[in-house]
Every structure is written in C-alpha cells, then in structure tokens.
C-alpha cells in the first residue's frame, strides 16, 4: 500500500521557535509538495520539489523553507513561527519528471498551532 | 493565472439523493489537468479522477460520473444514489502542463449526506 507520511498529526509549539515538519513517501516519486489547508481558503501551495535538491516557491513560500536532501523525505521549516502560521499543512507526492499532471498521493495531515 | 472556482461551500442532502458538485477554472494553457479529490474526516485528500484538456468524454466509476465541458470551463462531478459515506471535503484542482506545473485547488465543497 502506497503512503506518505508526516511525522506528526498534531503539533502545539510556541511563537519564535523553529518548526520542522518531515514527509516521508516509499513510492519513489520525484516530485513532493507542501500545503497548508485553512478554511475557506483550499489548499494553499507553499514550496514543491521535483529532484533531490531541487525546490521551487509556491503561492505562499514567505516564512518557510524546505529541504529535500533524499529523495523520499521532503521537510518543510518554519524558521520563527509565528501565529498566523497556525494552520493544517498537508504534504503530496507524485510520479513524473516535474509537474502535477499525475494523481498526487496525500499524507494525513499535520495540524500546526503556534500559541 | 489559473483558477478554479467550486461555488457550493455547502451541500446538505438525504440518503440516496443525487447531487452534483460544481466546478469552474480558468487557464491560459491548451493543455492542462483536471482533478477531484475527496478528503473525508480522517484529513488525507484522496484521489478520484485525472482529465486531460483533450478529453472530454465523461466518465462514470460506478456512483461516481464527471462533466468534463471545454466550451464552459466546467468539470462537475455527480454523485448517484448518495451514502453518508459520501460525506467529506471535495476538492477539484487545476494543473498546468509543464516540467515544474503546479496544481491550483479549489476552495473545497463540503457534502453531508444525512441517513
């Protein structure tokens, strides 16, 4: 059964800190994507990545970064969170060279709240 | 710029009514993705059904049917026979055609079906 994983369902930390959230996937795709989910706003694209190394700004990339250092783990960093960070981050991967032109495969969620 | 527009936030029917969920983008692009994904109370965003811009046969997947229509920009998705398992988040999304494309998601529609 294919999975992506987040390392973590739920998440409290305070306002300042540096946030690390981990996706891992085991079906060798090479493309991997972070969302945040907020209501009444969809899925929000933060950062993709389409190679090992590689990254690419979303939508809404200002306050995060990523690494990508293996190609089955993509992390998304919050480098000073910050309250209007709190949110639903959701993480997607997909097979082919780049794109999301092929069906994405989500993890389950990591629901952030910053206090 | 793309867009996808799901004007129903809500949708609230009774056990095996149909009901259709609305789907309307903008593209600059000739060739382009089309897609619905359900994300029921768990959170993980499942998909549904992949379209590409040069296809527009609908398609039915058992209870499950799609309106792909170019000359409106619509691809709506009905549900036959509605269950309360029915219930969730749908979300249709947008992507472009190239090596780095992204995907735009819709706001989501929310679909309770009632026993």
């Known amino acids: 059964d294919v999975k992506v994983t987040q390392s973590s369902r739920y998440l409290v930390k305070r306002t300042g800190e540096k946030v690390f959230l981990e996706c891992v996937q085991d079906?060798?795709?090479?493309?991997m994507f972070w969302y945040r989910q907020d209501p009444g706003l969809g899925l929000r694209l933060i950062y993709f990545s389409y190679d090992v190394k590689m990254k690419e700004k979303g939508d809404i990339p200002e306050g995060y970064s990523v690494s990508r250092e293996k190609k089955e783990r993509f992390s998304l960093i919050l480098e000073s969170a910050s309250t209007n960070q709190t949110s639903m981050y959701l993480c997607a991967s997909s097979k082919g060279q780049g794109g999301m032109n092929t069906e994405a495969f989500f993890g389950q969620g990591t629901r952030l709240t910053v206090v | 710029a793309q867009k996808v527009t799901q004007a129903q936030t809500e949708i609230s029917v009774v056990e095996k009514e149909d009901v259709t969920l609305d789907c309307v983008y903008e593209?600059?692009?000739?060739?382009?993705?089309l897609f619905w994904y359900k994300q029921p109370p768990s959170g993980e965003l499942v998909f549904l059904i992949r379209r590409n811009s040069f296809d527009e046969q609908n398609e039915i997947s058992g209870r499950y049917s799609w309106n792909f229509q170019k000359s409106t920009s619509s691809f709506n998705f009905t549900i036959t026979a509605s269950q309360v398992v029915d219930s969730a988040v749908y979300f249709c999304?947008?992507?472009?055609?190239?090596?780095?494309?992204?995907?735009?998601f819709g706001d989501g529609t929310t679909l309770t079906v009632k026993p």
């Open positions: 079906m060798d795709h090479e493309n």
């Open positions: 999304a947008l992507s472009e055609n190239t090596n780095a494309g992204k995907s735009t």
């Open positions: 593209t600059r692009d000739t060739t382009y993705y």
